[in-house]
């Protein structure tokens, strides 16, 4: 059966059915014993996944004193969604922010989180990704990573923090972490997928079978299975689930195969189910996050997203139908991606709300032309040809851009409180630039549980399952509700490198 098909089935069955459930359904094994095993190769750390957690941790694993490290990757080439995300690392006072004059701390940075968490974010593991993130971001330097000589403010962050890099993607920092990888003699093994784990007869996760020459399009393994020791520690760093229509659904049944995803095809969960069967603590599951930058023009994460989250700052959104903003621009993502939802014409159909920025303010941005020249996003000589080409009611329309060039003039949005700061003498002034908005499912806050030292914990003891670690996207409970742009690469690279830490510090 085509992955395509065997996803959408089932659905009504699966509308009832949690994370648990899940994870007992495919299949009763829950590890494999150590008794007999015939190990085909034995590193001292392993490492299942080679976005940012993957290759940080191989890093900092070496750098810390671990003769042999392998990095594990089922899809044919490494890097996984972190290659394809927008690039975006927050991080509280760095150099970018002196530069700038921007007063920042762990502190504030946590409490933007907590706010945008709804009450159930995990305070420890943010504020320690916090007091780490300026070293987390100092090794993607250190690596040869390149990011824009400006900060960009996005939403739900109450100052200037977040680096971009100068790609606009996320291969801008694992490009140069794989590269680091190389050369520091980390074992690369791609089309590997993981096929269960292996325990010692102690508990302690001692390994993983994998199946090679393994090929995702067509979800069939080719070579051998292969039995890989990890006498140190093994790290998942696997991602999230966001391709995995039927896992997804049965966490929120909205979320159909109809809902499009910015993730890359390989994000389906596998890690997590299997660390579940294990016996891990599944946290927050149903918090599934939607990117409220995202085009219904395109597929994926696209041009628009970066260039809309650059934007947004000084833009105003606006519903089709009355010509008025109808959020803030730069609220928290679930608080615009609900609000954009909510626009429908009279029949209940996506009515896409429409961004509008002056050319002259949207050109600085590198993907303008590309938004331009792939028909993503359009440009107008006047508020009037705008109007005309969207059905907007005029007079309103205008109404609301003179009302809102009066907040950028008076540094003050009186209608939905948006920081005015990055908009500063930036008036919606002719020619205009518009792209059109409609959220697409883009990340997970529901994973397994981990401490601060990135071990999963045990869902019976709550204590520390032996041997096993994991970081970024397929750990839960982190963020909570929803979490704030740019926070992701931080928690990724810092919680690799902590995992890594704990593993050699232990000796």
């Known amino acids: 059966m085509k992955r395509s098909s065997y996803d959408r089935g089932r659905r009504s069955f699966l509308k009832g059915v949690g994370a648990a459930g899940l994870a007992a359904m495919a299949g009763p094994t829950l590890a494999a014993s150590d008794e007999g095993v015939e190990w085909d190769q034995t590193y001292d750390v392993v490492i299942v996944g080679s976005g940012f957690s993957g290759l940080a941790a191989a890093i900092e694993a070496k750098r810390n004193g671990a003769n042999s490290v392998a990095i594990i990757e089922k899809m044919p080439v490494f890097g996984g969604n972190s290659a394809i995300n927008g690039g975006l690392y927050a991080a509280p006072q760095t150099p970018l922010q002196k530069e700038e004059g921007v007063t920042d701390s762990p502190d504030t940075m946590v409490s933007d989180q907590l706010k945008a968490g709804r009450g159930i974010a995990d305070e420890a593991l943010l504020r320690h990704v916090a007091a780490h993130a300026r070293e987390g971001l100092e090794l993607c330097l250190d690596v040869g990573a390149k990011f824009h000589p400006y900060l960009q403010q996005l939403g739900g962050h109450s100052v200037p923090r977040t ?6 993607c996320g ?25 269960h784990f292996i325990r010692a007869s102690n508990g302690q996760v001692e390994g993983i079978a994998i199946e090679t020459r393994y090929y995702y399009d067509r979800d069939v393994a080719e070579g051998p299975q292969k039995q890989i020791r990890a006498t140190k520690g093994l790290i998942m760093a696997t991602g999230g689930f966001s391709q995995n229509v039927r896992l997804r659904m049965a966490q929120d049944p909205t979320l159909t195969a109809d809902v499009g995803s910015t993730n890359a095809a390989g994000a389906t969960g596998e890690g997590l189910l299997q660390m579940l069967k294990l016996g891990a603590i599944p946290v927050h599951m149903a918090h599934i996050q939607s990117g409220p930058w995202a085009s219904p023009d395109e597929g994926g994460f696209g041009y628009v997203s970066n260039y809309s989250i650059f934007n947004f700052p000084h833009s105003i959104a606006i519903e089709r139908k009355s010509g008025k903003r109808f959020m803030n621009e730069i609220a928290d993502r679930k608080t615009r991606a609900d609000a954009e939802l909510a626009n429908r014409d009279d029949q209940g159909n996506p009515d896409p709300a429409l961004m509008i920025t002056s050319y002259k303010h949207a050109a600085k941005h590198p993907n303008a032309k590309k938004v331009l020249k792939y028909g993503v996003g359009w440009k107008f000589d006047s508020l009037e040809e ?13 109404a609301q851009v003179d009302e809102y060039n009066g907040y950028v003039e008076n540094g003050k949005d009186e209608q939905f409180g948006k920081s005015m700061t990055k908009a500063k003498g930036k008036y919606l002034e002719p020619p205009f630039m518009v ?13 397994v549980m981990i401490n601060q030292d990135a071990q999963v914990l045990d869902s019976e003891t709550g204590e520390p399952i032996m041997g096993l670690y994991a970081a970024g996207e397929v750990t839960g409970g982190v963020h909570g509700v929803s979490r704030l742009g740019s926070c992701s690469i931080p928690e990724c ?11 050699m510090a232990k000796g």
């Open 171 to 195: 291969a801008g920092i694992t490009q140069p972490l794989y590269k680091e990888c190389k050369k520091l003699g980390v074992i690369l093994v791609n089309r590997a997928k993981l096929k």
């Open 163 to 168: 680096y971009q890099t100068t790609v606009s």
């Open 386 to 398: 705008l109007a005309k080409n969207y059905q907007i009611p005029f007079k309103a329309l205008k």
């Open 435 to 447: 792209v059109r908005l409609w959220p697409k499912v883009h990340y997970c806050q529901g994973g």
């Open 493 to 503: 690279i810092v919680m690799g490198m902590t995992a890594s830490r704990h593993i």
